[in-house]
């Protein structure tokens, strides 16, 4: 979405005004679920499943976004969740959905992300200041974003898109 690319910088002001009269979800869930959507995350569809059926969307949604699936992207900012979004975004190297994060306190969010970009001192921050299922899920999202990375430098790979 506009209010973290880079690349439209005409729109931001729009995308901002929408993504305020959306009430902004909480980011707060049980370690089991933390755990189960990492290892949804990881390719376990019987647990992104369990996720979708019991009232986690947005973490289904989530996932599918790390994978770059632009209709999961624009859920999230639709439906409450840019700091999601503003997460995804940061892990993706977005300075500005990175300063953003810090701006609006989402602490945890945002050393994940420079963690899965990266940043040593986001898993740092995480191992002294988080518990051990935020350090595993960001783990896991690394893991993924590395792979896609990898499939996008790779010239013998085509696109599954």
Do not use: C
């Not at 019991?54 to 699936?69: D, F, P, Q, S, W």
């Not at 306190?105 to 963690?115: D, K, Q, R």
């Amino acid at each position: 979405m506009a209010l973290f690319n880079k690349n439209k910088k005409n729109d931001l002001g729009a995308t901002r005004q929408k993504a305020t009269k959306v009430e902004m979800k909480a980011f707060d869930y049980h370690p089991k679920i933390i755990l189960a959507w990492a290892k949804g995350i990881e390719g376990h569809s019987e647990l992104l499943n369990y996720l979708l059926n019991n009232g986690y969307k947005e973490l289904v949604m989530a996932t599918h976004a790390i994978r770059l699936k632009e209709k999961a992207r624009t859920w999230l900012m639709k439906n409450g969740y840019p700091h999601l979004m503003a997460f995804i975004n940061a892990a993706e190297g977005n300075r500005q959905a990175t300063n953003w994060l810090l701006k609006n306190n989402f602490t945890l969010l945002y050393n994940m992300a420079i963690a899965v970009d990266g940043d040593p001192q986001g898993f740092t921050w995480l191992n002294q200041n988080s518990t051990q299922e935020y350090f595993f899920l960001t783990r896991i999202i690394k893991d993924v974003k590395d792979e896609i990375e990898e499939g996008h430098n790779d010239i013998h790979k085509r696109s599954q898109e």
